[in-house]
């Protein structure tokens, strides 16, 4: 497989092109970043961590049926995936509440989401990636209903396999944001699943081990993100 032109550098990811046009190279890098970007540091090993990270939670995911965008594996901080159209829309589930949820409703951080809730975001930086609904998407064509339909359930389903996972290591998944796109018409998982993404507790103290230890100056985030990777069975060496 090929390596060629970059196609797009986002915050903590550059994406390439490579030689067949159905495959992209995804390249994990040691940036992180908080409040869109307004905050950024490079923290070593990084790159490196979250790429095994996705690619075992992605593993984990397609073994469960869940189509995904990974391919394989193609050295320490890239991956081989699919070419996906992405769909502009963050769906985002919640377990426990926490972060925008607390902000936004004065809800009591901790407290369990039974049933857990979905939302819907506009990826946008610029406009700090509004919250969103299926109406709006549909009118504006960011999705249609149809598909709209499958993200709910495919986020929904990504819940069922990994709140076990992360529970057998002594984890809570507390929420995560999903992001979809379409591969000859099918809806497919994209992007990534890490620590950057989502936020983990533990399950008997509540320590934080996810980006919200950079979010808020807590340290320790890379050592963190690789204990809640050791804590499920993913070897960094
Ligand atoms: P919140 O709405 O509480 O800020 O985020 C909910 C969950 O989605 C958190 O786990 C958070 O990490 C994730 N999330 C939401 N938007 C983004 C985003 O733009 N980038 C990243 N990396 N994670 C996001």
């Known amino acids: 497989m090929e390596k060629r032109q970059e196609l797009y550098a986002g915050k903590a990811k550059s994406v390439h092109a490579t030689d ?31 790429n095994r990270f996705n ?39 919640r377990n426990i509440a926490a972060g925008g949820l607390v902000k936004r409703l004065g809800v009591e951080e901790g407290q369990a989401l039974e049933p857990p809730t979905f939302e819907l975001f506009l990826k946008n930086d610029a406009l700090h990636d509004p919250m969103i609904n299926e109406s709006l998407a ?14 709910k359930a495919l ?4 819940n069922e396999v990994l709140k076990q996972l992360f529970a057998e290591g002594g984890l809570l998944l507390v929420d995560y944001k999903l992001e979809f796109g ?11 699943f890490s620590p950057d993404g989502c936020r983990l507790w533990d399950a008997e103290t509540r320590e934080k ?9 807590l340290g320790g985030v ?3 993100y690789e204990e809640v990777g050791r804590r499920i069975g993913i070897d960094f060496d």
């Open 222 to 224: 890379i050592e963190a």
């Open 55 to 93: 690619a075992f939670i992605m593993e984990k995911l397609q073994e469960a049926g869940i189509p995904t965008h990974f391919d394989r594996r193609l050295s320490d901080t890239e991956s081989l995936v699919k070419n996906l159209e992405m769909i502009p829309v963050e769906c985002v589930v």
């Open 209 to 217: 081990l996810d980006k919200d230890r950079f979010r808020q100056g």
């Open 182 to 192: 379409l591969f000859k018409g099918e809806i497919v998982l994209g992007d990534e």
């Open 20 to 50: 067949d046009p159905d495959r992209l190279i995804l390249t994990f890098r040691d940036d992180t970043s908080a409040f869109d970007g307004e905050r950024m540091e490079s923290l070593a090993r990084k790159g490196m961590v979250n």
């Open 138 to 151: 549909e009118t504006f064509g960011w999705a249609t209903p149809e598909q709209l339909a499958e993200m």
């Open 155 to 158: 986020t929904f389903r990504v």
